[in-house]
C-alpha cells in the first residue's frame, strides 16, 4: 500500500486566498483524522470521520476551516479566506479502528504558507 | 495542567549513552499511551504503545507511573539515527483521537 497520500506537499498562498488540502487514507481504514502542527501550538487535532462522517469538529479553529470526506478514499481540508496565521504543516492520518487501539498512519503532510 | 506536557529539549547525548524523558499527562483514566518519533520535516510515525506497566522494543523501553500520571522512554545504547523529536500521545481531543505532546528534540552527537 502506498500509505496516506496527501497533496500538494507545499502550497503558497496570498492572504485572502482559498486553499485546498487533499488526502486518501490507506485503504481499509475506517478513521481519517486532520492534525495541524506548528512550533508553538504542536500537532493539534482539528477534525476527525468514522466511515466518511465527520465525529468530531471541536479542534476546527474558526468558520473559515472546513472538512469534507465524500467517499472512503477522499478527504479535503478547506480554508477560506486564508489567513498568515494558518501557517503551518497539516497532516492527514488513518487508522483501521481509531487510534486508541492501533497505529496511525500519517500522511507526509502539507506545509502551508500564507503571505 | 496542560493535557500532555514534555520537556521540548534539546537533549544533546554522545553516541552509546542512554538517554531518557518524560511525558505527564492529565488525564487519569486514560488507558493508553503512545511514543511518536518524527524526523525533522517528515510525518509522526509510531515508536511504542504502552497499554499496561510497560513496553520494552529493543533498546527502546517505555515505563507508565499511573500514580504519577507520566510515562517514560527510555533509549539505550543509543545511536546518531535516534536523533529526533519524540512526541508522547495520549487519547483526548474526541472518542478516538489523540492528544499529542509537542515533543522533546533528541541529539545524539559523535
Known amino acids: 500500500d502506498a500509505g496516506v497520500i496527501q497533496s500538494p506537499r507545499h502550497e503558497v498562498t496570498e492572504m485572502g486566498q482559498e486553499v485546498t488540502l487533499r488526502c486518501k487514507p490507506i485503504s481499509g481504514h475506517d478513521y481519517l483524522f486532520w492534525y495541524r502542527q506548528t512550533m508553538m501550538r504542536g500537532l493539534e487535532l482539528l477534525i476527525y470521520f468514522n466511515n466518511n462522517v465527520p465525529i468530531d469538529d471541536s479542534g476546527m479553529p474558526e468558520d473559515r476551516f472546513s472538512a469534507k470526506m465524500p467517499n472512503a478514499s477522499f478527504s479535503t481540508l478547506k480554508i477560506q479566506p486564508s489567513e498568515p496565521r494558518d501557517s503551518a504543516v497539516y497532516f492527514c492520518a488513518s487508522t483501521r479502528t481509531g487510534f486508541m487501539n492501533t497505529e496511525a498512519f500519517f500522511g507526509q503532510g502539507t506545509r502551508l504558507t500564507v503571505v | 495542567r496542560k493535557e500532555v506536557e514534555q520537556d521540548p529539549g534539546p537533549f544533546n547525548v554522545p553516541e552509546g549513552a542512554t538517554v531518557a524523558f518524560n511525558c505527564t499527562y492529565s488525564n487519569s483514566a486514560s488507558q493508553s499511551f503512545f511514543w511518536y518519533r518524527q524526523d525533522c520535516r517528515k510525518e509522526p510515525k509510531l515508536l511504542m504503545s504502552?497499554?499496561?506497566s510497560g513496553n520494552e522494543d529493543g533498546r527502546f523501553t517505555a515505563q507508565l507511573n499511573r500514580a504519577s500520571q507520566y510515562i517514560s522512554l527510555l533509549i539505550r545504547d543509543s545511536k546518531l539515527s535516534d536523533s529526533a523529536t519524540y512526541l508522547c500521545?495520549?487519547?483526548?481531543?474526541?472518542?478516538?483521537?489523540?492528544?499529542f505532546g509537542k515533543g522533546t528534540h533528541l541529539i545524539i552527537q559523535p
Open positions: 504502552v497499554y499496561s
Open positions: 500521545a495520549v487519547p483526548g481531543g474526541g472518542a478516538d483521537g489523540l492528544t
